[in-house]
T-cell receptor, first 113, second 113 residues
Framework: GEDVEQSLFLSVREGDSSVINCTYTDSSSTYLYWYKQEPGAGLQLLTY?????DMKQDQRLTVLLNKKDKHLSLRIADTQTGDSAIYFC?????????????FGGGTRLMVKP | EPEVTQTPSHQVTQMGQEVILRCVPISNHLYFYWYRQILGQKVEFLVSFYNNEISEKSEIFDDQFSVERPDGSNFTLKIRSTKLEDSAMYFC???????????FGNGTRLTVT
């Protein structure tokens, strides 16, 4: 079955850029998503990219997709302490009906002042 | 901004008891989902629901689980006879179309003792 992997932890200083990486195995991915989870809260949709795109920018967020290497990244510019959270990558396969998403294990981002 | 709401935020139950987790999806959404996250593990798909019937379900979603949309606003997940291994965070999600990004609620933490 499909698999999505992320590194567990990332620590950056306030004002620096953060890059969170994700790899996936499914060749039939159609959409890839980034969700943010703050302590005690749900999964907040940050951004998503369609598989025929290689980049998407949304204010401080830049998503890069390398479909050949099945590698997705989320860059957060000018990282703030409020960005500290767990970030989940998720993919949707064209082999799956509807919105059955496969999630990575999440990357905990810690932003130091 | 409209959001998905889930109640209760935390439910403690004894093994063998029935539980019902409740969700109010975003009002104009038509596609509804349940996902769960066992502590320390990945977020996993349970079931999708559209037009008053299940459209997809995972292997996890066995006969102990059922979903219902009893009225125009609520979407419920029932676990008939809870087991210790059902302890997890349960997330409800909704989407406007089959291919829309999912919007998640804050989750219900279920603890089975």
């Amino acid at each position: 079955g499909e698999d999505v992997e992320q590194s567990l932890f990332l620590s950056v200083r306030e004002g620096d850029s953060s890059v969170i990486n994700c790899t996936y195995t499914d060749s039939s991915s159609t959409y890839l998503y980034w969700y943010k989870q703050e302590p005690g809260a749900g999964l907040q949709l940050l951004t998503y990219i369609f598989s025929n795109m290689d980049m998407k920018q949304d204010q401080r967020l830049t998503v890069l997709l390398n479909k050949k290497d099945k590698h997705l990244s989320l860059r957060i510019a000018d990282t703030q302490t409020g960005d500290s959270a767990i970030y989940f990558c998720a993919e949707r396969s064209e082999d799956n009906a509807g919105n059955m998403l496969t999630f990575g294990g999440g990357t905990r981002l810690m932003v130091k002042p | 901004e409209p959001e998905v709401t889930q109640t209760p935020s935390h439910q403690v139950t004894q093994m063998g008891q029935e539980v019902i987790l409740r969700c109010v999806p975003i009002s104009n959404h038509l596609y509804f989902y349940w996902y769960r996250q066992i502590l320390g593990q990945k977020v996993e798909f349970l079931v999708s629901f559209y037009n008053n019937e299940i459209s997809e379900k995972s292997e996890i979603f066995d006969d102990q689980f059922s979903v219902e949309r009893p009225d125009g606003s609520n979407f419920t997940l029932k676990i008939r006879s809870t087991k210790l291994e059902d302890s997890a965070m349960y997330f409800c999600a909704s989407g406007g179309t089959e291919y829309s990004p999912l919007h998640f609620g804050n989750g219900t933490r279920l603890t089975v003792t």
